[in-house]
């Protein structure tokens, strides 16, 4: 147990028991109490901490101190009455100040055999996130669903797709965040789709399965995206959340541009990346994710179809275009490459092409102009203005790739590239 103050006549509840029992370090601690309030109050007394009403009206409050984060329920007609209120059973154990475990029977049961298990069918259409909370605990907890529950959680999607009545999108994003950052986020989001919540909150996703690519591409658009997540993480396990729902996504608009190309042979997607970034914007904007991110993973789909060259003047120029999409872009690119032509047999060439751009980037001259904009307008006799921007753009790519080392050279590229607006 967390050395924590316990308060009197209460319970720790719920999912820290659940995580303390699997060996796991909870990240909040739930208390169910009799007077929620009094006992908030009291343990950030003690502990210095801050303490709020998350919901005052049904006696709902909160304390954060040092780092951890402690809720407070109260008990409203006993804690046997609470434990058959909550979503599954291993969610549905107390502790006593005492120590001693209590839940229902079945929840031993369950813990040993690692099985998430609703606690009652009516208890999931008490929150419409619990289904999908469902699927990302079976994941982060390591845990198998129970074979009537996840029926259950499969007729709560239906319900869910038929009424309209979810959840907010914010916690949405919040759940999806959590599959996302797993090791075998694509295996979580495969399960999603299994239960039917892929096509309730990531419908646009969900028109990928079954959408042959033929070609170089063995699986579908929905699978190929899946595999391209999870050798994304193989390669680069510390991705950030934008690069990996740039993974997820960056071919989310492969269906509306499909094509049959007989002269061909095969499908075409042209223009897949332009509208894939704008419907991937449009879905991150909808779980309500920041704008930066939203705004990484357009970034990211827009440019994935554009691969380094091979030569170094072209590929300086190349990462130099797109550095701010940089490193990620190769990696989403390295994935994707991965994912279609089979990774074992692959790793060794895609590794050393990495290493090799990543040199090269590192390399790459100081982002800083050689000659400043007071200098450039008098070198071409400009105003201010946006000639003096596009003169200084030029100037840095030209010292990125290689052509302007000097400031004498920085004078004499500016000179030539733009003599006409020389006044």
């Known amino acids: 147990m967390p050395p924590v103050p316990f308060p009197a006549q209460g319970y720790l509840v719920g999912g820290a028991v659940r995580d303390l029992l699997l060996g796991k370090r909870p990240k909040d601690l739930d208390f169910a109490v009799p007077e929620p309030e009094q006992a908030a109050r009291d343990l950030a007394q003690q502990l210095h901490g801050n303490v709020f009403p998350l919901d005052e009206g049904r006696g709902l409050w909160r304390v954060v101190a040092q780092g951890q984060t402690y809720d407070y329920a109260p008990i409203s007609r006993g804690l046997e009455v609470d434990l058959l209120r909550r979503d599954f059973t291993l969610n549905a154990l107390a502790v006593n100040e005492q120590g001693l475990v209590l839940g229902l029977p079945i929840a031993r049961y369950d813990l040993e055999h690692r099985l998430l298990r609703a606690v009652r069918k009516a208890n999931l259409w008490e929150d419409p996130l619990r289904s999908l909370r469902a699927v990302r605990l079976s994941l982060t907890a390591g845990l198998r669903l129970e074979p009537q529950s996840e029926g259950w959680i499969r007729q709560h999607a239906r319900y869910l797709k038929e009424s309209g009545q979810l959840p907010t999108w914010e916690r949405v ?71 990996r729902w740039a993974a997820l996504l960056h071919d989310v608009a492969k269906p509306q541009t ?9 499908y075409t997607f042209y223009g897949h990346d332009v509208l894939g970034a704008e419907q991937a914007r449009q879905i991150l904007n909808r779980l309500r994710q920041p704008s930066e991110r939203a705004s990484e993973v357009a970034r990211l789909v827009s440019l994935h179809m554009q691969h380094p060259p091979q030569g170094e003047r072209e590929l300086r120029r190349f990462l130099h275009r797109r550095r701010k999409a940089l490193p990620e872009l190769i990696w989403l690119q390295m994935a994707d490459m991965a994912a279609i ?40 006799g400009l105003e201010p203005g946006p000639k003096v921007g596009q003169a200084i753009a030029a100037l840095l790519e030209a010292q990125a790739i290689g052509e302007v080392q000097s400031r004498a050279e920085a004078a004499s590229f500016l000179r030539d590239a733009f003599a006409e607006d020389r006044g």
Do not use: C, T
Not at 258 to 266: I, L
Not at 358 to 375: I, N, T, V, W, Y
């Open 173 to 243: 994003g919040e759940e999806l965040n959590q599959i996302l950052q797993h090791p075998a986020a694509a295996v979580g989001f495969l399960r999603l789709e299994r239960v039917g919540l892929l096509e309730v909150y990531l419908p646009e996703l969900a028109l990928g399965s079954g959408v042959e690519q033929r070609g170089a591409h063995h699986l579908d658009v929905w699978r190929h995206s899946l595999e391209v997540l999870a050798q994304l993480i193989l390669l680069q396990p510390q991705a950030d959340l934008a690069l």
């Open 341 to 380: 032509l089979g990774y074992r047999e692959r790793v060794g060439q895609l590794a050393e092409r990495l290493q090799a751009i990543q040199s090269l980037a590192e390399s790459a001259p100081s982002s800083k102009a050689l000659l400043d904009g007071r200098e450039v307008m008098r070198l071409l």
């Open 258 to 266: 499909r094509q049959w190309n007989p002269a061909k042979g095969r």
